[in-house]
Structure formats: structure tokens, C-alpha cells
């Protein structure tokens, strides 16, 4: 599937349920603590291409290992084969992987004692690892580039010999992300603790218990439902599985942001609905520091019902799968917005009017597509490079299908 057309869409019914995958955020540090720990068990891991590449990589004995897009996969394999011993790999990616930094996590494992260089362009991928046992615990890095760095660290360090103290410099971008990975490693019974930028992980040689551990599912797939009940009539309701009112996910926040746009969120029994109501608002205004992954489906929604859209800390949107700043500002001027950017900020003014039929480009971007799609609630588009969707999603468009979503290829 290449470019795929949304027809202008009107959704028949007015109740809707989409079971969607297990988070690939918390399936990827899961999947990675199995290694270390193969006692304990998954239940809902996430179906995403970054998940498999990640369970690929994980199982791989070959020299070259590569994870194509997933940057996740790309920061915390780093750190798990440093750690392997007399395991030698280049670890690879994609163009754009080739692109994303990596210079912060490698100078803090090397720091550590790591033995990794840089097989191309200092301070980016392909890396070449020559695993080692890792005497040292103490390491400070820059903590305002991307929070996978120290969820990286977070993750090997209960298996190095006196543990971890890693000092955070600077600003703490994605917050929730590195909780997130903390809370995991609670859950199977690694100590840690985290006052104010120090973070503390104690070693652990013992076997974790062999519990089982259920993914939730993705949040951050969740937010282009919001999107599609925020464009949708009053009284819709779309029920999306499973969810839980108290997630490791920080992308949860939609529950809170969404309310803005009439969006009503209930929990029950692991079952999350979204029911649209009135509402009345003329501008958002918000820090996404925490919450970067839902910056693209705020700014389509508030695109798509005419609302000013003022969104802050966004700085690391621009290293992503593509720079997600420029992405948005050119594809909502194809549809007739007006947009301002500048390195760690978006605004985008009242719309009047949505352009007819515009090719929305993707630029090997997940979310693009994903962020987009909703718009077909007011008009029809093309979404180029439409499987690009599977990096976190791929049963995106089979599930916008069966809820009404006029779809061809
Ligand atoms: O740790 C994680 O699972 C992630 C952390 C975030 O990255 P940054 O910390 O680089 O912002 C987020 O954007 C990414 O999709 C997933
Ligand atoms: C940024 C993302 O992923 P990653 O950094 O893991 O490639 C994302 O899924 O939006």
C-alpha cells in the first residue's frame, strides 16, 4: 500500500469499540528486562514493528543487528549490548536513525566503561559494541534531549555489579517516560529511587519472580480516537481496550486535554469510553515537555475545529522520526492553516477553511498519518505512504475502516 485516499467520511453509528495493541513504550523495556530476567512473563505485547524489531534484536546471534526506525529499540539495545560480554555487534538503523543522536547515551556507558564507537558519523548510528562487564555507577548525563538515554541506563543497570547513580544535568524532558521505566523495574522487583535529579538503581543477581506482566495497551494510539470523538457528533462514544485510569503511560494526560474539545472519558472495567459533549473554547494552550507524542494530534484536532493551537516544549520533536515541527507547519499550510514554528514551539492560527484533497505527506513518520486521518471527518485527503502506520500501529487503517471511515487504495 502506497497512498491511500480518506473520503470525506460521516460515521453511521454512534457506538464504536477498537481493541488496540499494548504500549510500545512499556513493550520495549519489557522485552528487554525478559532478557535479563527470563523468568517473568508478557501478556498484550504491543504488535508494532518497533516491538518486533526489538524481539528480533533481542534474539539476534548476528553481527549486524538492525532496527530500522525504532528509536527506542536503537538507545536501549546500546546500553543491553554493552553490556553482553564477548558479544561483539554493529548496531544499525535507518537513514533518518542514522540522523537521530546517540552521543549522550554512549559517553555516559563509556563513562561506565563501555566499549562502543562510532562506525560512520561521530555521535550518531551505526555503532559498533563490544559487550563488557561494566564495573563502574556512577555517571552524569544531559538529561533535555530525549528521556529513552536514561531509560536506556535505567534499564541494564540492576544487572552491573554495584548497580547505578545516574545525576540528571539540566532540564528533564519526557518525565513520564523515565517513571515509567522505573515503575517497570519495581514490578519485578529492582529497588530504585529518584530525588530530585539523582536516580538510584540498586543491583539485583537474584531471579525476579515469575510473575506475569500485562502491557496496557498504547496511549499514544488511543490520542487519534480523542481526535475522531473531538470532530465527531455530539452523543458518539468510542470505547477503546484496555486502559487503565492509573497508567505508567504519560500520554494518559489526553484524558485531561481532551476535555477542552467536549471529549468525556469513563473508565470501566479496563474499558476506556470517549463520549463527545459541547464545548466551547477558542485556544489551547499547553507544555507538551511530558507528552511529546501527541503533539501532532492536538494540532490536527485543533486544526480541523478552527481552535488556535499554542503548544510549548516541543524541543524534541525535531529529532524524531522526522522533524515533526517542519512536518506539521507544511502539511497544515497544504490544507489552507497558517502555522509558526520555531525550535521548540508551534502555533497555529484559526482556520477558516480546509483545502479539498490535499497529499499529505508522511516523511516516514507514523504519527503523520495517524494525526491526520481524522480530518477525514471534514474532508477528503490522501495520506501518502499510508503503511508507514505500522511503526506503532498496523492495524490503523483496517480499524478506521470498521468503524465507518471510507477508505481506497
Ligand atoms: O522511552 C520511550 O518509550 C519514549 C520516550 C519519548 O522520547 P524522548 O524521551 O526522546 O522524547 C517518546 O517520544 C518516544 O516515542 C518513546
Ligand atoms: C518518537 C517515537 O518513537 P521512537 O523515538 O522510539 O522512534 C514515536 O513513536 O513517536
Known amino acids: 500500500m502506497s497512498s491511500i485516499t480518506l473520503h470525506k467520511s460521516e460515521l453511521k453509528n454512534r457506538k464504536f469499540d477498537v481493541t488496540i495493541t499494548g504500549s510500545k513504550s512499556e513493550s520495549n523495556r519489557l522485552l528487554l528486562l525478559k532478557a535479563l530476567y527470563p523468568e517473568i512473563r508478557l501478556d498484550n505485547v504491543s504488535n508494532s514493528d518497533d516491538s518486533q524489531l526489538m524481539t528480533k534484536a533481542l534474539s539476534s546471534t548476528s553481527h549486524i543487528v538492525d532496527i530500522h526506525h525504532a528509536g527506542t529499540a536503537m538507545r536501549f539495545l546500546t546500553a543491553f549490548f554493552a553490556v553482553q560480554e564477548g558479544r561483539e555487534v554493529t548496531l544499525t538503523g535507518s537513514k533518518r536513525m542514522k540522523e537521530r543522536p546517540i552521543k549522550i547515551l554512549v559517553e555516559a556507558l563509556q563513562a561506565l566503561g563501555a566499549d562502543i564507537n562510532y562506525a560512520e558519523n561521530e555521535g550518531f548510528p551505526p555503532l559498533k559494541i ?11 548525563l544531559k538529561a533535555n534531549v530525549s528521556s529513552q538515554y536514561i531509560s536506556a541506563l535505567l534499564l541494564i543497570a540492576s544487572k552491573l555489579e554495584n548497580g547505578l547513580e545516574l545525576t540528571l544535568e539540566g532540564e528533564i524532558t519526557s518525565i513520564p517516560y523515565i517513571k515509567m521505566t522505573l515503575s517497570l523495574l519495581d514490578e519485578i522487583g529492582v529497588a530504585s529511587s529518584f530525588v530530585n535529579n539523582t536516580i538510584t538503581v540498586k543491583p539485583n543477581n537474584s531471579k525476579s519472580t515469575a510473575k506475569t506482566l500485562t502491557v496496557e495497551s498504547d496511549w499514544s494510539s488511543a490520542s ?8 465527531c457528533d455530539m452523543g458518539t462514544e468510542i470505547t477503546l481496550s484496555s486502559y487503565k485510569e492509573n497508567s505508567l503511560q504519560g500520554d ?28 466551547n473554547i477558542e485556544a489551547i494552550n499547553l507544555n507538551l515537555q511530558n507528552a511529546p507524542d501527541i503533539a501532532q494530534t492536538i494540532a490536527v484536532t485543533c486544526f ?7 503548544l510549548k516544549g516541543l524541543h524534541t520533536l525535531k529529532i524524531k522520526e522526522t522533524d515533526r515541527l517542519v512536518a506539521l507547519k507544511t ?16 502555533y ?10 490535499v497529499s499529505i505527506a508522511t516523511y516516514h ?3 503523520m498519518a495517524m494525526a491526520f486521518a481524522p480530518l477525514a471527518l471534514k474532508t477528503s485527503l490522501v495520506i501518502e505512504d499510508a503503511m508507514v502506520v505500522s511503526k506503532s500501529y498496523p492495524t490503523f487503517w483496517n480499524d478506521l475502516k470498521t468503524m465507518g471511515f471510507k477508505i481506497s487504495e
Open 331 to 346: 502539511e497544515i499550510e497544504k490544507l489552507g492553516g497558517q502555522v509558526d514554528i520555531t525550535n521548540d514551539a508551534l
Open 348 to 357: 497555529l492560527h484559526p482556520s477558516k477553511a480546509i483545502n479539498e484533497m
Open 130 to 140: 563490544k559487550g563488557k562487564k561494566l564495573t563502574k555507577n556512577k555517571v552524569s
Open 224 to 231: 487519534y480516537y480523542f481526535s475522531i470523538a473531538a470532530l
Open 365 to 367: 513518520d507514523h504519527r
Open 252 to 279: 494518559s494526560i489526553l484524558v485531561d486535554i481532551y476535555k477542552a474539545f467536549g471529549v468525556v472519558s469513563t473508565f470501566k472495567e479496563n474499558q476506556l469510553t470517549l463520549k463527545k459533549e459541547t464545548f
Open 304 to 310: 480541523a475545529l478552527g481552535i488556535v493551537c499554542n
